[in-house]
T-cell receptor, first 111, second 115 residues
Framework: QKEVEQNSGPLSVPEGAIASLNCTYS??????FFWYRQYSGKSPELIMF????GDKEDGRFTAQLNKASQYVSLLIRDSQPSDSATYLC???????????FGRGTQLTVWP | DAGVIQSPRHEVTEMGQEVTLRCKPI?????LFWYRQTMMRGLELLIY????????DSGMPEDRFSAKMPNASFSTLKIQPSEPRDSAVYFC?????????????FGPGTRLTVT
């Protein structure tokens, strides 16, 4: 069983702050890691992925990966109320094509 | 591209009835996934296909659930007979190996309520 653990929420930050979302995974064979955002009542939406150790930046979002520690994170800079959603971490398992989803962290950004 | 298409968007049925959910993946994608999402259990993978062939159905709850993919552009998930505990949102997703990884794209989901 591939385990994916995300920091328990809900996480609440003020507008303009940095939101930090964390994820650990058990499958050492995982090579790619995806972050999805899911608004209430909507389907998960891919926001970014990372497959190399280190940081990957895309606008206000930065994904960080440390394969040795089996840890991946997502930082959201200058958080906006529109970022309020549940964020799902999904490592790609050693089985080609399959993603393993965490339970998600609910983020609320208050004005 | 139209994205992943699912129908119906909402389904309300009585216990014991047969329910069929439908999915059209993104054209050119060779993987198709069926997920179920509830507050209690989160997002669960039920079954997935590669090139129309079921690869892993270990997430299918029981024999009441079945899935088919007769061609590359269509899949169904059937529940017969349905039970109240099947109430959930069912998502279909598709993917292909693009840029070295398998990004999955989700459909809008089908909200199933079994009374």
């Amino acid at each position: 069983q591939k385990e994916v653990e995300q920091n328990s929420g809900p996480l609440s930050v003020p507008e303009g702050a940095i939101a930090s979302l964390n994820c650990t995974y058990s499958d050492r064979g995982s090579q790619s890691f995806f972050w999805y955002r899911q608004y209430s009542g909507k389907s998960p939406e891919l926001i970014m992925f990372i497959y190399s150790n280190g940081d990957k930046e895309d606008g206000r979002f930065t994904a960080q990966l440390n394969k040795a520690s089996q840890y991946v994170s997502l930082l959201i800079r200058d958080s906006q109320p529109s970022d309020s959603a549940t964020y799902l971490c999904a490592p790609e398992g050693s089985t080609l094509g399959r993603l393993y989803f965490g339970r998600g962290t609910q983020l609320t950004v208050w004005p | 591209d139209a994205g992943v298409i699912q129908s119906p968007r909402h389904e309300v049925t009585e216990m014991g009835q047969e329910v069929t959910l439908r999915c059209k993946p993104i054209s050119g994608h060779d993987y198709l996934f069926w997920y179920r999402q509830t507050m209690m259990r989160g997002l669960e993978l039920l079954i997935y296909f590669n090139n129309n062939v079921p690869i892993d159905d270990s997430g299918m709850p029981e024999d009441r659930f079945s899935a088919k993919m007769p061609n590359a552009s269509f899949s169904t998930l059937k529940i017969q007979p349905s039970e109240p505990r099947d109430s959930a949102v069912y998502f279909c997703a598709s993917s292909t190996r693009g840029g070295g990884s398998y990004e999955q794209y989700f459909g809008p989901g089908t909200r199933l309520t079994v009374t």
